[in-house]
């Protein structure tokens, strides 16, 4: 199953993280995860890529939105 796909159908993205965010930072990490699928590089590069490819097309500060991730990742992890 696609990764875009699981996030819309099952919401897998339900964390205080995500739920903080404002309507285009959320539509800006689901478009990552669409980017990311279309990429064929390595995860890293792909996603790399596709926060920049993100955040000019939403106009969205880089530095942003890898900080969601990094947050997200933490919260994920329990380390926050």
Request: proline residues 1%; charged residues 35%.
């Amino acid at each position: 199953m696609l990764i875009s796909r699981m996030v819309k159908e099952n919401h897998l993205i339900d964390s205080k993280s995500y739920n903080e965010l404002s309507p285009v930072m959320k539509e800006a990490v689901n478009d990552v995860f669409k980017v990311i699928e279309k990429e064929t590089d390595s995860i890293i590069n792909r996603f790399e890529n596709a926060v920049a490819k993100v955040a000019e097309f939403h106009n969205i500060n880089v530095e942003k939105l890898n900080e969601y991730f990094d947050k997200e990742i933490l919260e994920q992890l329990g380390e926050k």
